[in-house]
T-cell receptor
Framework: KAGVTQTPRYLIKTRGQQVTLSCSPI?????VSWYQQTPGQGLQFLFE???????NKGNFPGRFSGRQFSNSRSEMNVSTLELGDSALYLC???????????FGPGTRLTVT | GIQVEQSPPDLILQEGANSTLRCNFS?????LQWFHQNPWGQLINLFY???GTKQNGRLSATTVATERYSLLYISSSQTTDSGVYFC?????????????FGKGTHLIIQP
C-alpha cells in the first residue's frame, strides 16, 4: 500500500505571496493532520481533518487554512507569506480518528 | 497543554554501542508514538506504545504510563540509526487534538 504523499517536495516563494500544499493520505485513511517543523519551535500541530471536517486547529494565525476533500486528500494554504513561514510542512494520515499516525515526506517551503 | 520532554538532547556514540532515550510527559495520555526522522525529513514510525513493552529487532520501547515516561532502547547501533528521534503524545487518543511532540534526541552514530 502506498504511503502518504505530499506535493510539491520543495517550494520557494516570496514574501507576500500565497502557497498551497497538497497531501494524499494512505488509501482507506480518513483522517489527515498537518504539522509545521522549524528549528526554533520544533514540530507544531496545525490542524486535523476527519471526513472533510476540521476538528481542531493549533495556535496559528488565520493566514493558515486547509481543507479536506471527499476522497480524503487535503490541502493547506498559507496566504501573505512571511519569512517566518519557512519550514518543513508535514502531513500525516490515520485510518480512523487516531491513534496511529503515518507521516509523509514533507514539503520544504522557503520564503525569501 | 501537555508538556513532553526528551533527554538527552544530543548523543554521540560509536557503532555497536547501546543507547537509551527518554521521554517524560506531564499528563495521562492515550497515545504515545516514537518516530525516527531521517536526513530527508520524513518521520518513520517506530512504535505505538501507550503502555507496556514492545520490541522490533534491535529496537525496543517501554512506557510506564502511571509514572508518565517512555524509554526507547537501541542496541548494537549502526550508522543508519543516526538521525533525530521524537516522542509524540496525544491526550485523547481520538486524533482531533493532534500529536504533541518533544524536541527530540539527535543521535549520531560514528563508524
Amino acid at each position: 500500500k502506498a504511503g502518504v504523499t505530499q506535493t510539491p517536495r520543495y517550494l520557494i516563494k516570496t514574501r507576500g505571496q500565497q502557497v498551497t500544499l497538497s497531501c494524499s493520505p494512505i488509501s482507506g485513511h480518513r483522517s489527515v493532520s498537518w504539522y509545521q517543523q522549524t528549528p526554533g519551535q520544533g514540530l507544531q500541530f496545525l490542524f486535523e481533518y476527519f471526513s472533510e471536517t476540521q476538528r481542531n486547529k493549533g495556535n496559528f494565525p488565520g493566514r493558515f487554512s486547509g481543507r479536506q476533500f471527499s476522497n480524503s486528500r487535503s490541502e493547506m494554504n498559507v496566504s501573505t507569506l512571511e519569512l517566518g513561514d519557512s519550514a518543513l510542512y508535514l502531513c500525516a494520515s490515520s485510518q480512523g480518528q487516531g491513534p496511529l499516525w503515518y507521516f509523509g515526506p514533507g514539503t520544504r517551503l522557503t520564503v525569501t | 497543554g501537555i508538556q513532553v520532554e526528551q533527554s538527552p538532547p544530543d548523543l554521540i556514540l560509536q557503532e555497536g554501542a547501546n543507547s537509551t532515550l527518554r521521554c517524560n510527559f506531564s499528563d495521562s495520555v492515550n497515545n504515545l508514538q516514537w518516530f525516527h526522522q531521517n536526513p530527508w525529513g520524513q518521520l518513520i514510525n517506530l512504535f505505538y506504545i501507550p503502555s507496556g513493552t514492545k520490541q522490533n529487532g534491535r529496537l525496543s520501547a517501554t512506557t510506564v504510563a502511571t509514572e508518565r515516561y517512555s524509554l526507547l532502547y537501541i542496541s548494537s547501533s549502526q550508522t543508519t540509526d543516526s538521525g533525530v528521534y521524537f516522542c509524540a503524545v496525544d491526550l485523547s487518543g481520538g486524533g482531533a487534538d493532534g500529536l504533541t511532540f518533544g524536541k527530540g534526541t539527535h543521535l549520531i552514530i560514528q563508524p
